[in-house]
Nanobody
Framework: QVQLVESGGGLVQAGGSLRLSCAPSGTIFSINAMRWYRQAPGKQRELVAAIRIGQDTDYADSVKGRFTISRDNAKNTVYLQMNSLKPEDTAVYYC?????????WGQGTQVTVSS
């Protein structure tokens, strides 16, 4: 059973930065993609950023130019660098790994941006 553990969330003022990390427990293989989602209160979970096996990346329009997704292949860890944070970025952030075409979720980490 794959378990993913996120870290790095917290409270930050608007304009500040945070770096989220997501690491798996144990050794895993055949990661097809790593993604970050977020869910704000009363809203649906939305895709924030994704990075695939070939290092191709995608971003939601709302975070382009402010967020950067990256991965450490040796550690099977994915990061989300979030700069110029806005109050509307407040949400629980979840990592998601696509492994052998099956999705696995982390438990989520809270990001709160104060105005």
């Amino acid at each position: 059973q794959v378990q993913l553990v996120e870290s790095g969330g917290g409270l930050v003022q608007a304009g500040g930065s945070l770096r989220l990390s997501c690491a798996p427990s144990g050794t895993i293989f055949s990661i097809n993609a790593m993604r970050w989602y977020r869910q704000a209160p009363g809203k649906q979970r939305e895709l924030v950023a994704a990075i695939r096996i070939g290092q191709d990346t995608d971003y939601a329009d709302s975070v382009k130019g402010r967020f950067t997704i990256s991965r450490d292949n040796a550690k099977n860890t994915v990061y989300l660098q979030m700069n110029s944070l806005k109050p509307e970025d407040t949400a629980v952030y979840y990592c998601n790994y696509l492994i052998s075409m099956r999705g696995y979720w982390g438990q989520g980490t809270q990001v709160t941006v104060s105005s």
